[in-house]
């Protein structure tokens, strides 16, 4: 057993990690924003340790690394490929900043395992799967902020004999996923019978599921002592177009309704080639994608229409 901080626990991913090391046996700590929503963690609040502070404050941050004594640390944290409604400063902070600062509090206090939560978008446009060693050109604020976090990370390992590893996450999607992404929109506009505004048929993603990313983490926390500074991308390998994912939840959920293709603009980072080179974490780290995105679609669809709170949520947040 470890005690594990889960940093940005009230996230996507971080709520998902919250419950699998819980599930597993480890004493949890969850460190979260002063203004964070709990609704992704509120049915396992009593099992869990939770703290509040900024990861600017460098004090109130301090406190809680002291007090736990983490030897496991995950940072979670990560505005999004769309952050809708965050500044340019917004992003640099939590994306970059935040986690400079976190990383070397937790040095002083020291720890068995750091892994740090990369992005894809680190990357920017490319012709083909990208190896972890090929040069980054990210081309938004969110890819640029996580690729200065990486190589921080990774030079901070390398200088101080640091088990830090950073996973570079393709489209991870699954339950508790924003209702303004792809699949929970398809499927919340699917429980009316009806399809969102879509982009181009033909763009791309890797879809990664929340469940396989989770076991990525837990890997490269328990390896971490292999290669300091390491780099992993976490992502299927195949990538999947829109028309495939409409494809996928028109079946599944029996719609006839036609998708209205282009009906959306394209956004800056829309390509049609994304998919991940995973060899590295596979050969490395003994991971592999195990959740077809049928199975995984279909698992989410499961999950939404079983509450009623959560279709209201969803149906509600989603609306265009």
């Not at 992704?40 to 007090?67: F, K, Q, Y």
Request: with cysteine; hydrophobic share 40%; glycine share 6%.
């Amino acid at each position: 057993m470890k005690r594990a901080l889960v940093v940005g626990a009230s996230g996507f991913v971080g709520s998902h990690l919250a419950r699998r090391l819980l599930r597993d046996g480890h004493d949890v700590h969850l460190l979260l924003r002063v203004t964070s929503q709990t609704w992704r963690l509120d049915d396992i609040l009593p099992h869990v340790h939770v703290s509040r502070a900024e990861l600017a404050d460098t004090g109130a941050l301090r406190a809680v690394v002291e007090s736990v004594k983490p030897e496991w640390v995950f940072n979670c944290v990560g505005s999004g490929i769309a952050s809708y409604a965050r500044s340019n400063t917004d992003i640099l902070l939590a994306d970059f900043a935040g986690a400079v600062n976190l990383v070397r509090v937790c040095a002083e206090q020291g720890f068995d395992a750091f892994v740090h939560s990369g992005s894809s978008t680190e990357y920017g446009f490319k012709d083909h799967a990208p190896a972890e060693s090929e040069p980054c050109e990210p081309n938004s604020v969110h890819g640029a902020a996580k690729a200065m976090a990486t190589d921080f990370c990774r030079r901070f390992a390398k200088e101080n004999a640091a088990f830090i590893v950073t996973l570079r996450l393709y489209t991870v999607y699954g339950p508790f996923e924003s209702p303004r992404r792809l699949i929970p929109r398809c499927v919340a506009f699917g429980l009316r019978n009806t399809l969102p505004r879509l982009a181009r048929p033909s763009l791309a993603h890797d879809f990664v599921h929340v469940d396989d990313v989770v076991n990525a983490y837990v890997l490269a926390a328990a390896n971490a002592n292999r290669a300091p500074g390491a780099i992993y991308n976490v992502g299927s390998g195949a990538q999947s177009s829109l028309r495939d994912v409409v494809d996928i939840v028109r079946r599944r959920m029996g719609l006839t309704v036609e998708p209205r293709w282009g009906s959306m603009p394209d956004r800056l980072y829309d390509t049609e080639i994304w998919k991940a080179d995973n060899f590295r974490v596979r050969s490395e780290l003994g991971w592999a994608p195990t959740i077809a995105l049928e199975t995984g679609i279909g698992r989410f669809y499961e999950w939404l229409k079983a509450s009623d709170a959560l279709i209201e949520y969803y149906v509600s947040e989603s609306a265009e």
